[in-house]
């Protein structure tokens, strides 16, 4: 919202002014606020234990990196089990998603409402709703604790999330392209390498990234299916606490390996983040 | 328990459906999709509705007698199962009200122009992208903890006594640490909905004289409802599935304070491998969790419609 038209007052443009100053440094004020608890976890990871625990609170000191080389040779084994499954759920959730989303987007029959919706609904599913046939099936198919197991899951969480945003995205493309391709005799697979792909590039960028974090924080599947082979980084994290629970700075510096690849992420699509998280419904 | 409410539509056009011969249909493209989704969501529920029937435990996996609905009964009738069903509600609704309270008020403070805007709102999504358990184990010992946390300090230095957060207040504090993580969700997603409100509306508003909360109240709000609506759906969805928070801060104690349904299922099949009791339960959130979805969209569509007239 553009701020009111200059008001020809002298005294009533100060006011506004002072107005304006006192609101913006009460927005600075909130946004810190949120802000301080992971900043403090951060700032933790550089102390040694005793200035962590100190009261009252240590502010300054001269940072170490003895907190992170300590959390190092647990944390990589989970590192690298969380990006396998982010990136392999990922991928899945996109050569499944992608013809679905296209095809819905541009042969939208009667039913295509109805199916976008059904997908959408699975996500109403809880997870504790389908975990108990899940561990016994996973058990039985020697899945438990494996990486293909928990791609398998976050495949299920991230695939309704592609077809929705995929077919936002796909819906924005003209149809006079496609209409012009098919005056030429373009194939439906044609259409959609040749143009709903290309074209939607921005788009898959954003959902990617939107299934990779919420496959790199996903707890509740991580603990319930994997222990120790294909423990990720959630699993890494809550044995940390058990472990080393009154460690603060070392598990401050885990955490912080743990949170800030998704921070960063995060921060540089967090235009497309909020498009994602809201399925395009607000934009 | 796959009823969609009415769900945001985008619109899309309707091209006519081609009749020349192609080999890949659109449909061949629509089901590998539809088909992982049935395969991993409707069958495995289908089976837990199959498995609350059963009296079964994976400690005696060898008898698995047919109980009907004895496991659903022991869910409804014992009173400390209400207090699970209570908590769960309290957990989510509390949390629902204080970020779309406090997310409204920043999406507001957000929506003028000044120095370092797009930078607050870049790091305002922090809290949103912190794992679950990585938030619980921040909160629980850097924040709340009574002898060395930072909120026992800021206390003593004002001169009160220390508070044993998660002992004394155990539920106000995972409300507050879930209400950290999500209100930055609501303040985007409302702040998006602010901006898409056109300015000459306010603009003929103010010309008419309208004082801010006639313009909050006529203008604002009306326009902000889909927004609002989105924020409702989406929380709610994710706050009735709390686990991580609850599983990494308090382990839903002290005795059953904290303990909602994710957690109590979690508990009584991988703790006490009562399955045919997880079972019954696990119905019971998905039923739960779809008509309070529902219930809620109609609710928030309502009171929009009327406000918008």
Same mark, same amino acid.
């Given at each position: 919202?553009?701020?009111?038209?200059?008001?020809?007052?002298?005294?009533?443009?100060?006011?506004?002014?002072?107005?304006?100053?006192?609101? $913006?440094?009460?927005?600075?004020?909130?946004?810190?606020?949120?802000?301080?608890?992971?900043?403090?976890?951060?700032?933790?990871?550089?102390?040694?234990?005793? +200035?962590?625990?100190?009261?009252?609170?240590?502010? *300054?000191? $001269?940072?170490?990196?003895?907190?992170? +080389?300590?959390?190092?040779?647990?944390?990589?084994?989970?590192?690298?089990?969380?990006?396998?499954?982010?990136?392999?759920?990922?991928?899945?959730?996109?050569?499944?998603?992608?013809?679905?989303?296209?095809?819905?987007?541009?042969?939208?029959?009667?039913?295509?409402?109805?199916?976008?919706?059904?997908?959408?609904?699975?996500?109403?599913?809880?997870?504790?709703?389908?975990?108990?046939?899940?561990?016994?099936?996973?058990?039985?198919?020697?899945?438990?604790?494996?990486?293909?197991?928990?791609?398998?899951?976050?495949?299920?969480?991230?695939?309704?999330?592609?077809?929705?945003?995929?077919?936002?995205?796909?819906?924005?493309?003209?149809?006079?392209?496609?209409?012009? !391709?098919?005056?030429?005799?373009?194939?439906?697979?044609?259409?959609?390498?040749?143009?709903?792909?290309?074209?939607?590039?921005?788009?898959?960028?954003?959902?990617?990234?939107?299934?990779?974090?919420?496959?790199?924080?996903?707890?509740? *599947?991580?603990?319930?299916?994997?222990?120790?082979?294909?423990?990720?980084?959630?699993?890494?994290?809550?044995?940390?606490?058990?472990? +080393?629970?009154?460690?603060?700075?070392?598990?401050?510096?885990?955490?912080?390996?743990?949170?800030?690849?998704?921070?960063?992420?995060?921060?540089?699509?967090?235009?497309?983040?909020?498009?994602?998280?809201?399925?395009?419904?607000?934009? | 328990?796959?009823?969609? =409410?009415?769900?945001?539509?985008? !619109?899309?056009?309707?091209?006519?459906?081609?009749?020349?011969?192609?080999?890949?249909?659109?449909?061949?493209?629509?089901?590998?999709?539809?088909?992982? /989704?049935?395969?991993?969501?409707?069958?495995?529920?289908?089976?837990?509705?199959?498995?609350?029937?059963?009296?079964?435990?994976?400690?005696?996996?060898?008898?698995?007698?047919?109980?009907?609905?004895?496991?659903?009964?022991?869910?409804?009738?014992? =009173?400390?199962?209400?207090?699970?069903?209570?908590?769960?509600?309290?957990?989510?609704?509390?949390?629902?009200?204080?970020?779309?309270?406090?997310?409204?008020?920043?999406?507001?403070?957000?929506?003028?122009?000044?120095?370092?805007?797009?930078?607050?709102?870049? /790091?305002?999504?922090?809290?949103?992208?912190?794992?679950?358990?990585?938030?619980?184990?921040?909160?629980?010992?850097?924040? /709340?903890?009574?002898?060395?946390?930072? *909120?026992?300090?800021?206390?003593?230095?004002?001169?009160?006594?220390?508070?044993?957060?998660?002992?004394?207040?155990?539920?106000?504090?995972?409300?507050?640490?879930?209400?950290?993580?999500? $209100?930055?969700?609501?303040?985007?997603?409302?702040?998006?909905?602010?901006?898409?409100?056109?300015?000459?509306?306010?603009?003929?508003?103010?010309?008419?004289?309208?004082?801010?909360?006639?313009?909050?109240?006529?203008?604002?709000?009306?326009?902000?409802? +889909?927004?609002?609506?989105?924020?409702?759906?989406?929380?709610?969805?994710?706050?009735?599935?709390?686990?991580?928070?609850?599983?990494?801060?308090?382990?839903?104690?002290?005795?059953?304070? $904290?303990?909602?349904?994710?957690?109590?299922?979690?508990?009584?099949?991988?703790?006490?491998?009562?399955?045919?009791?997880?079972?019954?339960?696990?119905?019971?959130?998905?039923?739960?969790?779809?008509?309070?979805?529902?219930?809620?969209?109609?609710?928030?569509?309502?009171?929009?419609?009327?406000?918008?007239?």
């Amino acid at each position: 919202m553009t701020t009111a038209p200059a008001p020809s007052n002298r005294t009533s443009a100060d006011r506004h002014r002072v107005r304006n100053l006192l609101l $913006t440094a009460v927005t600075y004020l909130i946004t810190l606020a949120f802000l301080f608890p992971l900043a403090w976890m951060i700032l933790a990871a550089f102390k040694t234990e005793a +200035q962590a625990f100190a009261t009252p609170p240590v502010f *300054f000191f $001269t940072p170490i990196w003895d907190n992170f +080389q300590r959390a190092l040779p647990s944390y990589l084994p989970a590192l690298s089990n969380s990006l396998i499954a982010a990136i392999g759920s990922t991928v899945i959730a996109f050569v499944l998603g992608l013809p679905a989303a296209f095809a819905l987007a541009v042969y939208p029959t009667r039913r295509a409402q109805g199916v976008l919706s059904w997908m959408l609904s699975t996500k109403f599913m809880p997870a504790v709703g389908v975990i108990v046939p899940l561990f016994l099936l996973f058990r039985n198919l020697q899945l438990l604790d494996t990486l293909p197991g928990l791609i398998l899951m976050y495949t299920t969480m991230n695939l309704p999330l592609v077809v929705w945003m995929m077919h936002s995205y796909m819906t924005e493309i003209p149809y006079a392209i496609y209409e012009a !391709a098919k005056v030429d005799g373009a194939s439906v697979s044609q259409e959609f390498f040749g143009i709903a792909l290309p074209l939607s590039m921005p788009g898959i960028s954003a959902t990617a990234l939107l299934c990779l974090i919420f496959a790199w924080n996903e707890v509740f *599947f991580a603990l319930n299916l994997t222990s120790a082979d294909a423990a990720p980084l959630s699993v890494y994290i809550g044995e940390f606490k058990t472990s +080393q629970g009154l460690f603060w700075a070392q598990l401050s510096a885990a955490a912080t390996l743990v949170v800030l690849p998704v921070l960063i992420f995060g921060w540089i699509a967090q235009r497309q983040l909020v498009r994602g998280l809201s399925f395009g419904a607000v934009k | 328990m796959t009823t969609a =409410p009415s769900v945001p539509v985008t !619109a899309t056009h309707a091209p006519p459906a081609p009749k020349r011969g192609i080999r890949l249909t659109p449909a061949a493209l629509i089901w590998p999709a539809m088909l992982y /989704l049935i395969l991993t969501t409707q069958v495995p529920f289908f089976m837990t509705v199959y498995y609350s029937f059963f009296r079964y435990n994976l400690v005696d996996p060898s008898s698995r007698p047919f109980i009907g609905l004895a496991n659903y009964q022991n869910l409804l009738t014992d =009173p400390q199962n209400l207090r699970i069903l209570l908590n769960t509600v309290v957990l989510a609704g509390g949390t629902l009200i204080l970020t779309l309270v406090i997310g409204g008020a920043l999406a507001l403070l957000l929506n003028r122009e000044f120095l370092g805007r797009a930078l607050l709102r870049t /790091l305002l999504i922090s809290s949103f992208l912190v794992m679950p358990i990585v938030t619980a184990v921040i909160w629980k010992n850097m924040l /709340l903890s009574p002898t060395s946390g930072f *909120f026992a300090w800021v206390s003593q230095s004002l001169g009160l006594t220390p508070i044993d957060w998660l002992g004394q207040a155990p539920m106000l504090s995972v409300i507050m640490m879930i209400t950290w993580e999500w $209100t930055p969700f609501a303040a985007l997603i409302l702040l998006t909905g602010l901006q898409s409100l056109p300015d000459d509306q306010i603009e003929a508003a103010r010309l008419d004289g309208a004082s801010p909360w006639q313009e909050f109240q006529h203008i604002v709000l009306p326009h902000w409802m +889909q927004a609002i609506q989105v924020v409702v759906l989406m929380e709610t969805i994710a706050l009735l599935q709390v686990y991580g928070e609850i599983y990494g801060s308090t382990s839903g104690g002290p005795g059953i304070a $904290t303990t909602n349904l994710p957690y109590f299922i979690y508990q009584k099949a991988f703790a006490e491998y009562n399955i045919g009791l997880a079972s019954a339960a696990g119905v019971l959130t998905v039923i739960f969790t779809n008509i309070l979805a529902v219930y809620l969209l109609k609710l928030i569509s309502r009171r929009a419609s009327s406000q918008g007239g």
